[in-house]
């Protein structure tokens, strides 16, 4: 079957290629929208006033032919300069609007219908609950009216709202309200003008009650901004965190960047029901629940942490994204990856920087390690696409953003602020390129990046294999650096990337070695202030095979390589035990103390998987034991970092690690691993856990970080029976203050064996069952439960009265969680994991598309796995490519899933 062979999938599954842009023909001077709202026929009366694109001699020779987008609308009248147009004028189909023969100047009158309440797509206009609400990234605006829907088209708009004034006292729109009264019918009406051009799908409309929190803000210079944040009615107490996030964010960027906000108003819309966590439209930001509401009874510590980063980052693109946005799609990263960049920073001046890159580095190992390697490979900057929402990626944001680190790393800190100063200066207002990017990098610091442009072109994590030899008779360390990436769908040869190196050297004795670099072929800076001056480098590897001496040596060093994660690879270097556990004992770096460990870990858990493939009895060396106890007895231990180097690597960084997985083999050598460092490490663990509860109450600035080593302890505790892991957490559960201690130790228990354990979980739910977002965290344990009835409970649980598949926060709190999450079940052998998350996606198909191509995806790694898995996955994926009514955003994730080799 082709995409092509099914009506519904016919043109919508086309491919789009980057290399097919061609400049808009018409510009839109100005779009004055007007929407009548009504829950089944919203009346929407667009008048657009074009002008010709006459800057190319291209465009000046083409008919001079319109084409609008539409999808699902209903059109009910057309009108040219205010002549009403005969139906024989124009074309129209399911996506596109068609005119010709258009003078140079003039205004369109479009009037359409559409049909909100019946949008459980939720891109477009929709209701969330009793609100209306829109998305219109990236192509959503398009369900709404006719329109140039594509990002390089700008605009002013002014947007006139009219609904029923009772049900929905409050009208938004973005920009600045500039009319507003009482309407026939208890009807009443907001006009709202953006004098700042933007693309439509930075537009956004609100309609609904709420409660209002609010604030003001004083500019740097000087203005004073209103600060708004609406939320359902009760839950006023629950977003004075994200206030004050915004507020810290402002700051932030007048300091930083010297960017100020332009609008007078600034305003945040939290609504239950959206695809992703927020977006930031301009001045009227729609965010998830889940990423606005907080308080310490509600939230946990990791929670308060994500609102504050995603305030900021939607706060942060209003200069990285909407003053200056996309010229089309592909370039997606140049404000992703950039904004995800300043959210990093942002957080990691807020909070420890060190914790805050280790939780990164995490999610470009655990997840875009995967992605790269997988079906959806693809570079920052995608090549082509069928359903652009399906290129909203860890590699488009997570690895995009290491890619702009990149920069800042071989430009430094200064020169990276001076390039964006010229950015700015360049092109402020305007829709541009990841290349207008790199060239502002370039002409501000005088530097070529040329070679660094791969990483915008070539798809696949680079990999460094390292290798040391050491002469004692001339003092002389040498690495030998070859560099490699496999292949990726549609790229099977790879150039060299510019991978920025940053490295140190150890003495045995945990001493930083003096950088004497002898070769003069490699670029090299070497650090020049503070604390590691002449005794840190930062290497730029350019070729497939370098090679870098170091000389004046008294002893054979212990090298400390890609320093705080400095490129987004995969470095293999063959360092022994011994030398892994000095590093995770003295590397003054965070992140490459903490590899260390994890390579140790890993390293241990991938031999025990060989033994139980060889029917060998495991055992556990008594060395990593005696590692792992001298990193619990360092007292002076950051208690955020050492809770970081106690949490063991996850199932699906470890599946990674093999070509074809033996699955049950890697499980069991897993818990094995796990039950054993508990048991081992169990006395140690016990006294850090008491530890860092009672610093949890007495060092309240650090209340967090105490609380995170407490539960890192107690979730390792938990893994072996035989502790006193189990009861802990009762005990925890029961005096839980807050809903970091009380969500920690309900899920040690309720993935306990514990017979009793239901009860907890049911006092959980009688506690919480008023607030939605507790109990999405209900559904999350339960779905993760490795336990083997987990899969009838799930069943169970979707029937469950406060589970409603339409809710992609649900959705994502018992399946995402469970396919996910739950690697053990989902990877069942009699395939009923696999069963179960397909049929949730074969019913989301039809409501939610994007939700159920996200969910999709959760078989890509079916190539890893034994044949048996494969065929069952296999199974499955064919199911849903068949589907009758299979949506585009589906079936290019599953065909490439399928099709992947
Ligand atoms: N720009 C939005 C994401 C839109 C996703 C569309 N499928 C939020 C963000 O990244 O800030
Ligand atoms: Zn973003």
Known sequence: MTANSQGNKSSHSEIKYRRDYKSPAFFLLESKIYLKLSEQKTTVISSLNFKRNLDSEELIEQPRQLILNGVKLKLLDISLDGVSMPRSSYQFSEEYLLIQDLPDQFTLEITTEINPQANTSLQGLYKSGDKYCTQCEAEGFRNITYFPDR?????????????????????????????????????????????????????????????????????????????????????????????????????????????????????????????????????????????????????????????????????????????????????????????????????????????????DVLAIKNGQFAEDAGPMSHPIRPDSYVEMNNFYTQTVYSKGAEVIRMIETIVCNSGFKKGMKLYFERHDGQAVTCEDFICAMEDANNVDLSLFRNWYRQAGTPELDVNAHWDSSKGKYTLTITQYCKPTPGQPHKEPFLIPLRLALFSKAGEMQNLDIANSDIKCKIVDNGAFSGKEAVIEITEHHQTIVFSGLNEKPIPSLLRGFSAPIKLHFGFSDQELALLLAFDNDSYSSWEAGQMLMTKLIVNLTGDLLEDKPLSFPIELEETFNNILEVKDADPNLLAMNLSTPS?????????????????NAYNYFNRTLAIKCHGNLLSTYDRAASMADSDRENASGWRKLQNACLSLLGKAEETEGISLAIKQFKQAKEMTNSLASLKVVAHSQQADKTKWLDTFYQRWQDEELVLDKWFSVQATNPERDVINEIYQLLEHADFQISNPNKVRALITAFAKGNLENFHRLDGVGYKLVADVIIKLNKINPQIAARLTSSFNSWRKFDNSRKELMKHQLKRIVELENVSADVYEIASKALAYN
Request: glycine residues 4%; charged residues 25%.
């Open 151 to 359: 990002p390089d088209v700008m605009t002013i708009f002014t947007t006139k709202v009219e609904a029923d004034k009772t049900k929905y006292p409050f009208l938004l729109s973005n920009g600045n309200l500039i009319d507003s009264g009482d309407l026939e019918n208890g009807k009443h009406f907001a006009t709202w003008h953006d004098p700042f051009p933007k693309p439509s799908y930075l537009f956004a409309l609100v309609a609904g009650n709420f409660d209002l929190l609010e604030d003001t803000f004083i500019t740097m210079s000087g203005r004073e901004v209103a600060l708004k944040i609406y939320v359902d009615s009760g839950k006023l107490n629950q977003c004075h965190h994200a206030m004050e996030s915004l507020k810290k964010a402002m700051t932030w960027d007048e300091e930083v960047y010297g960017l100020e906000y332009d609008l007078d108003i600034y305003m945040i819309v939290a609504v239950s029901d959206f695809n992703m966590g927020a977006m930031e439209n301009k001045g009227l930001n729609v965010f998830n629940t889940c990423f606005v509401l907080a308080n310490n009874k509600t939230a946990t510590d990791a929670d308060f942490e994500d609102v504050e980063s995603v305030i900021a980052h939607e706060y942060f693109h209003n200069w990285t994204g909407n003053r200056v946005t996309c010229r089309d799609w592909f370039q997606l990263t140049l404000k992703e990856g950039l904004t995800v960049f300043r959210d990093q920073e942002f957080s990691s001046d807020m909070n420890s920087r060190a914790v805050k890159r280790l939780k």
């Open 651 to 667: 199932l699906d960084f470890l599946l990674e690690q093999f070509q074809e997985v033996p699955w049950n083999e890697l499980v």
